[in-house]
């Protein structure tokens, strides 16, 4: 068996995502090499046909599991037509085979919804929320009723601190899926937005517990910093920013907190070298840019807002 497949495929997304990104950021200095864009580019079809053969595999999955449940009713007595075993042929469920065709015609396209999701994830790295939110409604659009999607759309809604909104999605996200695990750490971060401190706790706390999903377990790291650096428990937030950057050495942000939070400790030379390691780690991202600047702003006698 492939080294590969002894990771989940969303773990697989997850190191292929962030691969693309160093390979996006790496190409203003110095471009890609034509074998190196082939290698990523078999790896993202590999990634889609082992997904859709997966998702196959569930729906298939699913209409036996239906069919169970029908022979279930018949030996209970609340069946309809012919007994199976009686005689007739037992109906057995036809695998449901993948859709690709676009929403206006009323059936899904996940690998056109699959693309703008990337594109949208792309955004919120750039730190552009318009227009993120921009391709994850045209998701929806071509997979009408995607978590992800919708999961995604309140993060974008959030960062462009439209929080009504954003409590609108997720509402419609956790009452299919209330367990959701990107849905509960976008709820800890309006909560912190809001100074409801303890409820982010809990929505974040329970993310991390469950350890669920990745991505969402990183930014419930990153958030529950955010909220002991705003109650003033400075080592709490370091050890959790610490912990955010052990699981995403690439998430920037985390270094720009974790200088904050040292700064607003009373610890101006560690502040100082967070935002060195966090511009120095990729000058061109956004997140790296900021703690460009705010390093050199504290140089020149300012110093960072306690605010955002």
């Known amino acids: 068996m492939p080294a590969h497949q002894a990771y989940t495929l969303a773990e697989r997304l997850q190191a292929l995502r962030e691969a693309l990104d160093q390979a996006c950021q790496a190409h203003t200095l110095q471009p890609v090499t034509p074998d190196q864009r082939e290698l990523l580019k078999q790896q993202i079809i590999a990634l889609f046909r082992e997904a859709d053969a997966a998702l196959q595999q569930a729906q298939a999955m699913k209409e036996a599991v239906k069919g ?11 069946g309809v037509g012919t007994v199976p075993g ?16 676009s929403a ?26 318009p227009g993120a939110e921009a391709a994850f409604r045209r998701a929806l659009d071509l997979a009408p009723g995607s978590l992800e999607a919708q999961s995604l759309l309140c993060w974008a809604q959030m960062q462009q601190e439209n929080y009504d909104a954003a409590l609108l999605t997720l509402q419609s996200v956790l009452s299919l899926d209330p367990h959701n695990a990107l849905a509960h750490a976008n709820l800890g ?15 974040l706390s329970t993310v991390i ?27 709490d937030a370091e050890a ?3 912990r955010a950057l052990e699981l995403g050495p690439n998430l920037l942000q985390a270094w720009y907190e974790l200088g904050r939070a040292r700064w607003f400790a009373g610890r101006p030379d560690e502040a100082r070298q967070a935002w060195k390691t966090g511009s120095e780690a990729n000058k061109f991202s956004p997140w790296g840019k900021r703690c460009a600047e705010v390093l050199q702003m504290v140089e020149q006698g300012g110093a960072p807002s306690r605010e955002g």
Do not use: N
Request: one cysteine or more.
């Open 68 to 78: 169970l449940a029908d022979q279930w009713k018949h030996l209970d007595g609340r």
């Open 86 to 101: 009686a005689g007739a042929e037992v109906h057995r469920p036809t695998p449901v085979a993948s859709t690709t065709v």
């Open 104 to 129: 206006t015609t009323g059936r899904v396209d996940h690998l056109g919804a699959s693309t703008f999701l990337e594109k949208g994830w792309s955004k919120l790295a750039l730190l552009d929320a």
């Open 189 to 203: 971060y309006i909560c912190l937005r809001r100074k409801a401190y303890g409820e982010a706790i809990e929505h």
């Open 209 to 235: 517990r469950a350890d669920a999903d990745r991505r969402a377990v990183l930014y419930a790291h990153l958030y529950l910093g955010m909220v002991y650096r705003e109650r003033e428990m400075y080592d």
């Open 240 to 242: 959790f920013f610490m």
